[in-house]
């Protein structure tokens, strides 16, 4: 059964996540990388990439850090 991680979390952790994908988003931008390009170096669909920068909890961390790595190595 697949679980709605956003009803799991508590809302400190989902405040916490929001933060981290906000910050993601602006570092991207700041780089003058567009969403898909960044989700195409990271070996990630471009869907993974919005869910990062929107804050889901759900997604998993390693794909957090390849996502960053992308375009702030």
């Known amino acids: 059964m697949k679980v709605n991680q956003e ?4 809302p400190a952790v989902l405040a ?4 981290l994908g906000q910050l ?9 990388v567009h ?3 960044a989700a ?3 070996g990630l ?3 993974t990439a919005y869910r ?3 804050g889901d909890p759900g ?12 375009f702030a190595p």
């Open 59 to 70: 997604v998993a961390i390693g794909q957090v850090v390849r996502y960053l790595e992308a």
């Open 24 to 32: 993601l988003s602006r570092l991207r931008i700041a780089r003058g």
């Open 16 to 19: 916490e996540t929001k933060h």
């Open 40 to 42: 195409t170096r990271a």
């Open 45 to 47: 669909s471009r869907n």
């Open 7 to 10: 009803m799991a979390a508590s």
């Open 52 to 54: 990062i920068e929107k």
């Open 35 to 37: 969403q898909s390009e």
